[in-house]
């Protein structure tokens, strides 16, 4: 499968515990996104990276929250101090540099449920 | 900030019947419109998307339309199959391209399609 990979697919933890995710996008995607998705809505965009710079967060990201890209390939999304509130499926979607950079290939999401 | 309405929110049809998926958006700059079909616990995938220098677009028995006077866009499918049951999500781009030329997007809330034997 040569599209955009995400691990853990699911995630249960404890309220307090830190968890992290990770997200490979397609080769040679320069673009990565993070958006979270809860039940019966669409996805919400968090944050933005193009290759190693980290350019755009939405205010949806708290200070617990923090991701990196730091070879501009995979991202990880790091959630300190997991709160109930938290729990929600994890989307990261990549786009290529070029032609067609608006469209934006999503990975499977991993579902994170806080306890 | 940008907002994106999608109705209706759930739609039931029958085997070989049309489907109208109806959406509109808040910001005039935008000039990207994706639809992404989602099966229960798979990824978004996207299935058809239109700019907004085109007002139609049809790809075998889906189509899309736009009218950017009104902001509103739509998703036709056509001859629907039971293969086409899933939750169907439209989106648009946002005002500010993010810095570096990415794009934001903003998603509706999705429509359940229910296509009925």
């Known amino acids: 499968d040569t599209g955009v990979s995400q691990d853990p697919r699911h995630k249960i933890t404890k309220r307090g515990q830190n968890v992290t995710f990770r997200c490979d996008p397609i080769?040679?995607?320069?673009?990565l996104y993070w958006y979270r998705q809860t039940l019966g809505q669409g996805p919400e965009f968090l944050t933005y990276f193009q290759n190693e710079a980290q350019l755009e967060k939405s205010r949806l990201l708290s200070d617990r929250f923090s991701a990196e890209r730091p070879k501009g390939s995979f991202s990880t999304l790091e959630i300190q101090r997991t709160e109930q509130g938290d729990s929600a499926m994890y989307l990261c979607?990549?786009?290529?540099?070029?032609?067609?950079?608006?469209?934006?290939?999503f990975g499977p999401g991993t579902r994170l449920t806080v306890l | 900030g940008e907002n994106v309405e999608q109705h209706p929110s759930t739609l039931s049809v029958q085997e070989g019947d049309s489907a109208v998926i109806k959406c509109t958006y808040s910001?005039?700059?935008?000039?990207?419109f994706p639809w992404y079909k989602q099966e229960l616990g798979k990824r978004p995938q996207l299935i058809i998307d239109i700019r907004s220098n085109v007002g139609e677009k049809k790809d075998q028995r889906i189509a899309v339309t736009l009218n950017k006077t009104a902001k509103h866009f739509s998703l036709h499918i056509t001859e629907t199959q039971p293969e086409d049951s899933a939750v169907y999500f439209c989106a648009a781009d946002s005002i500010a391209k993010l810095t570096g030329g990415g794009n934001k997007l903003t998603f509706g809330t999705g429509t359940q399609l229910k296509v009925e034997l």
């Open positions: 979607a990549s786009s290529p540099w070029g032609r067609d950079t608006d469209t934006q290939y």
């Open positions: 910001d005039s700059a935008s000039n990207y």
């Open positions: 080769s040679e995607h320069n673009r």
